[in-house]
Structures are given as C-alpha cells and as structure tokens.
C-alpha cells in the first residue's frame, strides 16, 4: 500500500488510472485509507474486528468482572465490581515480547461521568488479582479528582514497583463527547527510553521516559466502575501509525525510512532520467496491485 501510493505521488499521468486501483486495494483489505492499510501491513499484532476471541477475563476471579461483548468490530466492556482488583479482560500479544514502534486504537466513552477505558500493557505474567504494568491509558470522570476529571490519562510504571509511576493528563480543547470515537496513537522509541501520545492528531505527551528494560507481552482492558460502558476498537502494534498525527517531537531520533505520505524531495536527475516514459510508471502500478490483490482472497 505504501508502495502504491509513493508511485503515484511520483507522476500526474498516473492518477487516473491509479485511484482506481487504490480503491479497489482498499475494498479488498477492508480499509479507508492507504495510510491505515500500510499500518495493517507492518502490524506485529492486530486485534481481530470480527470478534472477542482470545480474550480471558481477570486476572482477579475473586469478583465479578467486566463484561465482554462484540458489537460492529468493538469490543465494549461494562458491569463489574467498583474500584477492584483488576477485573477486567487480558490477553498475551507475544510469548517472547515485542517492542513496537507504534500502538494505536480507538476508544469510545459512553458514560464520561464515569471512569472507565482503562488499557494497560505489562512485561510479566499477572498474578492472583493485577499486572505490574508498564504503563496504563485511560479516561477520568467526575469521580476522579478535580484536576483529573472528564480527561484522559497515561500513567507511566517502573520496574519492580506498581507504586512508583509518573502520571501525565492529556486534557483535549473540547470535553470529551459519549460515544464519539477517539484516535489513539503512542510512539514508542525504544532506543532512547521515550514515548509519546496522541489523541486525534493532537500531541498530549511528548517523549516522555519510558522503561525500555523489557519488551511487551500482555495488554489488558477494564473500566474502574461498574456503571461504565466503553469500547475498544482497531488494537494495533507495529512500524507504523494508521491516524495522521502532529510533528514528532524535535529531541526524538528521526525515523530511519519516511512514513506513509510522507515523500522525500526528489533529487535533482540528468535530463534524460526526468521525461520517464508514462507507460513504464504505469505498468509499475499495475504490477504492484497484481501482487497485491492475490493476498486479498480467502484461502
């Protein structure tokens, strides 16, 4: 997909014929955009739409947890036990861990009087009732205090102790709409120990530390009280970001290729290299989505 929309940024002649074949591209991998369906690409790990498979409830099973249902590719959570243990749902993305670049995913808050939403990621395996994890995301009601309310927030965790952790409030322009589906995006770098996150576009955290000791192996939903309702939907980790989002942050590592629609200046050719014939660009597309859509149909 990536491919495909770099060849035709490469040439005018080419978009006619060209937005037809990235529309049918686009048809047959179930996405809106090249920029998602390049993410989808690069993807390490991708929640199925389809379902809730994969999911288990807890790890506390002491009390009733959080319900799970599959509703138009969401997964909504709702019920529960107020300001327990976690009793939400988890599931293992890796045995070994990875250490994405990008984790991204929509949220949507039903009730916005009431925390809920809450995502977190962990290294190691949960014990009887929580996770010690690296970091937590998620929405603050009025039940929280007052500088935290009808906001959302990451919470960032240390190695060995759930109790020390940096908090930082992501407070959009506009208070938060119930049932409005919001973009989240975090870029991990991995190298430096930072991360950042955005919120439909909007820079909220940026490079913030982040512990880079161990890679990622569990990720876990929950809302904190038992009158929440909220959803999760597009859960994915991997080389790209699927939502177009603000400048990375000037002390972060620039990225080592361009991302999706972002295209380098062309370099200065021979004339003889310029005047490329139209025929050889669009045989090139043409080649690529023969290669592309085979992918596509259901073994």
């Given at each position: 997909?990536?491919?495909?929309d770099?060849?035709?940024?490469a040439d005018?002649?080419?978009?006619?014929?060209?937005?037809?074949?990235?529309?049918q591209?686009?048809k047959?991998?179930?996405?809106?955009?090249?920029?998602?369906?390049?993410?989808?690409e690069?993807?390490?790990f991708?929640?199925e739409?389809?379902?809730?498979?994969?999911?288990?409830?807890?790890?506390?099973?002491?009390a009733?947890?959080?319900?799970?249902?599959s509703?138009?590719?969401?997964?909504?959570?709702?019920?529960?036990?107020?300001?327990?243990?976690f009793?939400?749902?988890?599931?293992?993305?890796?045995?070994?861990?990875?250490?994405?670049k990008?984790?991204?995913f929509?949220?949507?808050?039903?009730?916005?009087?009431?925390?809920?939403?809450n995502?977190?990621?962990?290294?190691?395996?949960p014990?009887?009732?929580?996770?010690?994890?690296?970091l937590?995301?998620g929405?603050?009601?009025?039940?929280?205090s007052?500088?935290?309310?009808?906001?959302?927030?990451?919470?960032?965790?240390?190695?060995?102790?759930?109790?020390?952790?940096?908090?930082?409030i992501?407070?959009?322009?506009?208070?938060?709409?119930?049932?409005?589906?919001?973009?989240?995006?975090?870029?991990?770098?991995?190298?430096?120990?930072?991360?950042?996150?955005?919120?439909d576009?909007?820079?909220?955290?940026?490079?913030?530390?982040?512990?880079?000791?161990?890679?990622?192996?569990?990720?876990?939903?929950k809302?904190w009280?038992?009158s929440a309702?909220?959803?999760?939907?597009?859960?994915?980790?991997?080389?790209?970001?699927?939502?177009?989002v603000?400048?990375l942050?000037?002390?972060?590592?620039?990225?080592?290729?361009?991302?999706?629609l972002a295209f380098?200046?062309?370099?200065?050719?021979?004339?003889?290299?310029?005047?490329?014939?139209?025929?050889y660009?669009?045989?090139?597309?043409v080649?690529?989505v023969?290669?592309?859509?085979?992918?596509c149909?259901?073994?």
């Amino acid at each position: 997909a990536g491919d495909i929309d770099r060849l035709l940024a490469a040439d005018r002649d080419l978009l006619a014929g060209g937005r037809a074949a990235k529309s049918q591209l686009l048809k047959c991998r179930g996405e809106v955009t090249l920029r998602r369906a390049h993410a989808a690409e690069l993807a390490v790990f991708r929640d199925e739409p389809s379902g809730a498979g994969g999911w288990n409830p807890g790890p506390d099973g002491t009390a009733p947890g959080n319900r799970m249902e599959s509703e138009d590719g969401q997964l909504w959570l709702s019920r529960g036990t107020d300001w327990q243990s976690f009793q939400g749902v988890f599931r293992k993305i890796s045995d070994e861990g990875i250490r994405p670049k990008w984790m991204s995913f929509k949220v949507r808050i039903a009730t916005p009087s009431l925390s809920a939403a809450n995502l977190a990621l962990a290294a190691t395996d949960p014990f009887r009732w929580a996770f010690l994890p690296c970091l937590i995301f998620g929405y603050r009601g009025d039940d929280a205090s007052p500088q935290q309310r009808r906001c959302f927030k990451l919470e960032v965790f240390y190695p060995k102790s759930a109790s020390s952790h940096t908090p930082y409030i992501c407070r959009l322009p506009d208070e938060v709409e119930a049932d409005r589906a919001y973009e989240i995006a975090m870029r991990f770098y991995w190298a430096v120990g930072r991360m950042s996150v955005f919120i439909d576009g909007r820079t909220l955290v940026a490079a913030a530390p982040f512990d880079t000791s161990r890679p990622v192996r569990f990720l876990a939903l929950k809302n904190w009280r038992s009158s929440a309702r909220s959803a999760f939907s597009e859960l994915m980790f991997g080389g790209a970001c699927p939502y177009p989002v603000d400048a990375l942050p000037a002390c972060s590592p620039r990225p080592s290729r361009p991302t999706i629609l972002a295209f380098c200046a062309r370099r200065a050719r021979p004339r003889s290299a310029r005047a490329w014939p139209v025929g050889y660009l669009a045989a090139a597309v043409v080649a690529l989505v023969a290669v592309a859509l085979p992918l596509c149909v259901p073994s």
